[in-house]
């Protein structure tokens, strides 16, 4: 298993049965496939739909895309409306869970993930609303990235929010954001608590059992 | 009443350094036969506010790589390459909005408040520059107002007053810009005669557009 789908099945069994839920272009995209069956969950694109699915081949709809403009499909009981309504779920408190990618996050749970001074400035899109307003914030990213820790002392790329994240899952570790910092909540399959240590900059409280990753099939 | 335009004629309203609210999400459902027109007429030094600039060849993106555009008032340029480009040389000034944000100034624009209180952008640098006003313990971002000489719209269909619907995600900013600008310009997938359209199902109520463009004659 690769450590995306391997990040993707993790996270999947975060989503519960009715969520409403967000995920970032990407990464997070990955997490639908992993859904466990019998649990019933609503997408958004936050471009203007609940209850979109992945892309029939042979009927694609140049008005019904994602919001990277890729084409979708939308489910029986889907629903479409505009950018305002679309974000008053995300701001309003209407959003149960979004998936984003990240760049860094800090000690005090801090997401850095819209841009690179100098290098990349894509824009924040939606990011910011999907931080600030969503009722849990799960960041989906790689550990490491070029042998450097995403999981820092303190961001020093921009923040996206001062909120704090409710959980982070990598392809080595799930730490969950917390009042008195992070805290090492599952090791991936294969991993030790002291290879986690070892590839993280920021410092990380270790209770006394953290169990292996359980993982969606 | 006459609100059918040819569309030549309705872009030539247009001048050079106007400000013009464009709806689309990654082109999907912006007026695009109106920005192909904007490149035919070379419409320059244009202050263009819309969620995205698309790709290079793509809706908005047409008018950035044409060098049409002077300022951009957006939420991501992450998929124009070309956009990013202009902004680094200086080309282009650039503003970049949380897309909720962006999407409530229009709003605020078209119905008359004098801005909004958003929690988003908070401690980050989007703050820079702007009054914070506390409310229950809370603190949020006073955000002003946009609004625009034009607004050009894509719908799907328009009947002969003006009123619109839209489709799926093509829906997007296209209803809130429709209420923020000056002079209104639709263009419609279809057009269709008054009373087609009920009265539940119109999205943007004639009495906001105030071009609608005409379809292309068909021969054969």
Known sequence: ?217 | MKKLIPLADAVALIPDGASLLIGGFMAVGSPHRVIDELVRQRKRDLTVIGNDTARPGQGIGKLVVEKLVRKVITSHIGLNPETQRQMITGEIEMELVPQGTLAERIRAGGVGLGGVLTPTGVGTTVEEGKQTVEIDGKTFLLELPIKADFALIGAKQADYYGNLTYALTARNFNPLMAMAATTVIAEAEDIVPLGCIPPDTVVTPSILVDHVIAQEKRHG
Request: hydrophobic letters at 45%; glycine letters at 12%.
């Open chain 1, 1 to 217: 298993m690769d450590e995306k789908t391997l990040i993707a099945k993790r996270v999947a069994l975060e989503l519960a049965d009715g969520d409403l839920v967000n995920l970032g272009i990407g990464l997070p995209t990955l997490v639908a496939r992993y859904i466990p069956a019998g649990r019933h969950v609503f997408f958004q694109s936050e471009n203007g739909i609940v209850g979109m699915s992945g892309p029939i081949a042979g009927a694609e709809n140049p008005d019904l895309t994602d919001a990277g403009g890729n084409p979708i499909s939308a489910l029986p009981g889907a629903a479409s409306f505009d950018s305002a309504m679309s974000f008053g779920l995300i701001r309003g408190g209407h959003l149960d869970i979004t998936v984003l990618g990240g760049l860094q996050v800090d000690e005090e749970g801090r997401l850095a993930n819209w841009m690179v001074p100098g290098k990349m400035v894509p824009g924040m899109g939606g990011a910011m609303d999907l931080v600030t307003g969503a009722k849990r914030v799960i960041v989906a990213m790689q550990h490491s990235a070029k042998g450097e820790s995403k999981i820092v002392k303190r961001c020093t790329l921009p923040l996206t929010s001062v909120r704090r994240v409710s959980l982070v899952v990598t392809d080595m570790a799930v730490i969950e954001p917390t009042e008195k910092g992070l805290v090492l909540r599952e090791v991936a399959p294969g991993v030790s608590v002291q290879d986690v240590l070892k590839a993280t900059e920021a410092e990380l409280i270790v209770p006394a059992n953290v169990p292996e990753m359980a993982l969606a099939a």
